[in-house]
């Protein structure tokens, strides 16, 4: 079986889509029962096959999404049918994906669909989505929240298969603190204590503004030294995060990092006081995951997919409860019990997750699809 991986849509690996595709292709062993072989553009040839025997065709297309859409509704079907492809794998069709399809596909779903479609001006996007979706052969969703939102849709649930992502446990883990003051991360060096949150600036449902506010009232009311760093990359509501960072009484002590490599995080992570994730409607919230694997406290949303991913091992709160975050925060810094226990129940919940399991059962939903 020759499967093929669709690398067009993800970033160069600069994003959660292309941190998907990079952590999955890193446990691609080449002792799997099919043969893999990913596509894209010329850019992308060591983007996601560093150090591995695993093939890679490029595909002569311009570096745009307009162009890789057009591509994918004209023309993807006829190179899936040259390469010999049993399947192909789509591992971003939040932004390409063919509307038609001579080989059978998987879709794999890490976002919300009702948050791509609703109230969005980007018609073709839609299109894509909604008859990309309805008619490739198999969906495989991140989270039953993203199951249940797609059958929401009016997608066939029998169609839809649960694979959560997974960690890669050789790059997170709870790891020696050396220096008590402030971690180093060329180029960046910050102070301790501080909370961390790592999440694109991409809109208001990643509640970066709301953050910074809870932020602000915490250091009104308790004076402690404690500094926000938010680590993502700009995205369209990058002016709105920034304005209200600038506006903060305590916006000296507002860190933005701005594009912070992925394999960084676990110091990033492991240096900070806790991981706050204030995100509404989120469908993986795989950082919540990876910090805990660094043994690192983690606070995130009651709403979405958190606390199906996170358990009992995260402190759950409103985020659009200004109240409730401020406290939060609070009980994150003054208590120490209550850390402590977040941090062995992180451990043991992220140890639950893995890559290699996911990349097995996609291979065995593969297998299935062509039988």
């Not at 509704?73 to 932004?95: C, G, I």
């Amino acid at each position: 079986m020759k499967i093929g991986i669709d690398t067009f849509g993800c970033d160069h690996a600069r994003s959660g889509l292309g941190t998907y595709l990079l952590s999955f292709a890193s446990c691609l062993t080449g002792s799997e029962p099919a043969e893999f072989e990913l596509f894209g553009a010329e850019i992308d040839r060591f983007t996601y096959t560093s150090g591995q025997d695993i093939g890679f065709t490029a595909v002569p297309v311009a570096d745009s999404l307009s162009a890789q859409r057009t591509w994918h509704f004209t023309s993807s079907n006829k190179f899936s049918l040259s390469q010999k492809y049993d399947v192909v794998l789509y591992p971003a069709p939040e932004r390409v994906l063919p509307i038609s399809y001579k080989v059978p596909g998987i879709a794999v779903v890490n976002s919300v669909l009702s948050s791509l479609v609703e109230g969005k001006k980007d018609w073709i996007q839609k299109i894509q989505i909604k008859r990309g979706l309805f008619k490739v052969q198999k969906i495989i969703a991140a989270s039953e929240y993203i199951r249940q939102d797609l059958i929401s849709h009016g997608i066939d649930s029998e169609k839809i298969e649960v694979v959560y992502n997974g960690i890669d446990h050789k790059l997170f883990f709870p790891q020696m603190d050396l220096d008590d003051g402030e971690v180093s991360i060329k180029p960046f060096s910050i102070k301790k204590p501080y909370f961390i949150y790592g999440s694109r600036l991409s809109g208001p449902e990643k509640k970066h503004v709301e953050l910074i506010s809870a932020f602000s009232e915490f250091k009104k009311k308790t004076g402690l030294p404690h500094r926000l760093v938010l680590a993502g990359s700009d995205g369209d509501y990058s002016a709105m995060v920034h304005k209200a960072a600038f506006e903060s009484p305590y916006a000296s002590d507002i860190f933005l990092t701005g594009y912070f490599p992925h394999e960084s995080f676990p110091q990033l992570y492991s240096g900070a006081e806790a991981l706050v994730f204030p995100a509404e409607n989120e469908g993986v919230g795989l950082p919540v995951l990876e910090a805990m694997a660094t043994g690192v406290p983690v606070a995130c949303s009651n709403s979405g997919a958190l606390p199906e991913i996170a358990g009992d091992a995260a402190l759950l709160f409103n985020s659009n409860d200004l109240s409730e975050f401020t406290d939060v925060l609070e009980r994150l810094a003054l208590d120490s019990d209550l850390r402590t226990g977040l941090e062995k129940k992180g451990l043991e919940r992220s140890a639950k997750f893995s890559w290699e399991n996911t990349v097995s059962q996609t291979i065995k939903i593969a297998e299935n699809l062509v039988k």
